[in-house]
């Protein structure tokens, strides 16, 4: 293992120490107005009103047909709730929301530009955020989030584990994104704290079998085929597409399940090359990078709900390839997301807000 005083590269800083990225192309909108909260309620699949200060969840905004249009996160601050759209999302979530925005108090400002985004991953990163910031900010529990003064400045902390290990997403106003970002790098400099690339990112996303928007999470897809059961709530009533997914669940009509592959050692294949199994068309590679281990090819896809076992063979016949194939199998298949708040839990921090 590399010394705390060896820079590690960004893989390895995540799985020994925390790597620091860059997440300002992803969406912020500010949410104000008294009728928000619900509004994002009845749009969306999860229960985030009530929704009290200082928590975060996560919830789907799905089309008429029940099909995905995005993953937000919602942070609630005292006056507002800051919406996290997926790089490239923005637009279509703020016109959607728009959209449905009729009489209600409710006020959707894109804010994208006048904040910075950052996201601490790793297991040091609790010790990272303490020190660099405070540490009630270090101690923030997973779902938690907190506004910190720095500098003169107010950062929006969230411990949303977004990699599945120890993280953090830090928005800052967009004129301290780069002192912010020198000042974490500085307090983890012993640890092995480094910049990581957008390369690193995909390697652990696949590797953790998180959905990324334009790849798995699209309007070709519904959330139970991704994995995503832990973002619906099945008893707060309406949102659009509730009776859609609704009947996928109750007659257990879903076709396909996202899952990930293990490659033989390969040039990466492209989006949208075939899966097959025993030669038939089983379903569609999504996403491809290489292991962090640096033990061959990791995927993610979409198979038909008869392939769904773990260790099941298939081999990806590439597009664009004239037919070549690469060899594979299952091993992961899809689970709640840790970082999901569920409806009951929301509920009784909510009580326990009242009381």
Not at 56 to 74: F, P, S, W
Not at 113 to 131: E, F, I, R, W, Y
Not at 217 to 231: C, I, Q, R, S, V
Request: proline letters at 6%; a neutral charge; aromatic letters at 4%.
């Amino acid at each position: 293992m590399a010394a705390k005083t060896e820079t590690l590269n960004g893989v390895r800083a995540a799985v020994e120490s925390a790597a620091l990225w860059d997440r300002g192309a992803l969406g912020r909108l500010r949410a104000t107005g008294a009728d928000a909260p619900d509004l994002l309620n009845r749009l969306s699949t999860n229960l985030v009103d009530p929704l009290p200060e200082g928590r975060l969840a996560r919830t789907i905004l799905t089309t008429n047909k029940g099909r995905i249009l995005d993953v937000l996160t919602l942070l609630r601050a005292s006056d507002h709730v800051l919406i996290l759209t997926s790089a490239g999302a923005l637009q279509k979530v703020a016109a959607w929301l728009e959209k449905y925005t009729i009489t209600e108090d409710a006020t959707f400002t894109d804010v994208s530009a006048q904040t910075a985004h950052l996201a601490l991953t790793g297991p040091k990163s609790p010790a990272v955020v303490g020190d660099a910031l405070r540490p009630s900010a270090g101690n923030l529990a997973l779902g938690a989030c907190a506004v910190v003064p720095w500098h003169g400045a107010d950062l929006l902390v969230a411990r949303t584990d977004p990699l599945g290990a120890p993280g953090y997403d830090l928005i800052a106003p967009a004129q301290h994104g780069d002192a912010l970002r020198q000042h974490l790098l500085l307090a983890g400099k012993s640890l092995g704290v480094t910049s990581a690339t957008h390369e690193d990112w995909e390697a652990l996303r696949v590797q953790a079998g998180i959905p990324a928007y334009g790849r798995e999470l699209t309007e070709a897809y519904n959330p139970m085929e991704a994995g995503l059961d832990g973002l619906i709530s099945w008893t707060k009533g309406c949102y659009i597409g509730q009776e859609v997914i609704a009947r996928l669940k109750t007659y257990h009509k879903v076709q396909r399940h996202l899952v990930r592959l293990a490659l033989d050692a390969a040039p990466l294949p492209p989006r949208e090359s075939k899966l097959l199994v025993d030669g038939k068309d089983a379903g569609v590679l999504t996403s491809a990078a290489p292991s962090p281990d640096a033990a061959g090819l990791l995927a993610l896809g979409y198979l038909r709900t008869a392939y769904v076992k773990e260790g099941v063979g298939l081999k990806v016949e590439a597009v664009g390839t004239g037919g070549s194939r690469v060899v594979g199998r299952v091993t992961w298949l899809p689970s709640l997301p840790a970082e999901a708040v569920t409806p009951a839990q929301l509920l009784a921090l909510a009580a326990e807000m009242e009381e």
